[in-house]
């Protein structure tokens, strides 16, 4: 079954603790996003990377960091400098032979308790 | 730099009448442009895509969307509205070499019966 899988779907934080969300694609799409939605905010672009070992800041990285060491993997560290990290968090990747399209994961949903 | 603005948070129709969901957009380059559809706790489905063939683009359940760059708008539309499209849409604009999206703030709608 081909795709985007995301996990967990539900994930608890606790006070100073860094938390990871996994992304994973058997779509061998190069490109690789980390979104977050708030209600009523859209979605707003944490990392990216266009290739294996590269990355880049998006719009709101602070408390964030990413890592690429394989095609298929693009995992979002949520880190303790993060002082709001309840959102939903999308990964998407981007095909090149689709007119530059983007397909979301079904997301994970981060609470602090 | 790009934007896109969605009119009205919150559309409500009565099954089988018109959808209009609004959005403009501005984009320093020639822009593509899509709507996606999410239903609560899911990722984002693509709805259609505008990437400079046809002005009118036609996509999955119905809807279709028209490029009308003189008004920088790519409002989407669907003839009769059917209690399953009751769902938050948003616009989006990619653009630029790393083909970021830019998102709407999304539209509420609601289908009543």
């Known amino acids: 079954d081909g795709g985007i899988t995301q996990s967990p779907k539900y994930l608890f934080r606790k006070e100073g603790q860094n938390v990871t969300l996994s992304c994973e694609q058997n779509?061998?799409?190069?490109?690789m996003y980390w979104y977050r939605q708030d209600p009523g905010q859209g979605l707003r672009l944490i990392y990216y990377s266009q290739i294996v070992n590269d990355f880049q800041k998006g719009d709101i990285a602070e408390g964030y960091s990413v890592s690429r060491e394989k095609k298929e993997s693009f995992p979002l560290t949520v880190t303790s400098a993060q002082k709001n990290p309840t959102a939903f968090y999308l990964c998407?990747?981007?095909?090149?032979?689709?007119?530059?399209?983007?397909?979301f994961g079904p997301g994970t949903r981060l609470l602090v308790l | 730099a790009q934007s896109v603005t969605q009119l009205g948070s919150h559309v409500s129709v009565s099954e089988g009448a018109l959808v209009l969901l609004r959005c403009n957009y501005s984009s320093s380059v020639p822009p593509y442009l899509f709507w996606y559809v999410q239903y609560p706790n899911q990722g984002l489905q693509l709805l259609l895509k505008?990437?400079?063939?046809?002005?009118l683009v036609k996509g999955i359940n119905g809807f279709e969307a028209e490029f009308k760059k003189s008004e920088t708008s790519f409002h989407l539309t669907k003839p009769s509205a059917h209690m399953s499209d009751a769902a938050e849409y948003f616009c989006?604009?990619?653009?630029?070499?790393?083909?970021?999206?830019?998102f709407g703030k999304g539209t509420l709608l609601t289908v009543n019966p």
């Open positions: 998407a990747t981007r095909d090149r032979a689709n007119q530059e399209t983007q397909y």
């Open positions: 505008y990437t400079s063939a046809a002005t």
């Open positions: 779509l061998n799409h190069d490109a």
């Open positions: 989006a604009v990619s653009g630029g070499s790393n083909y970021k999206l830019t």
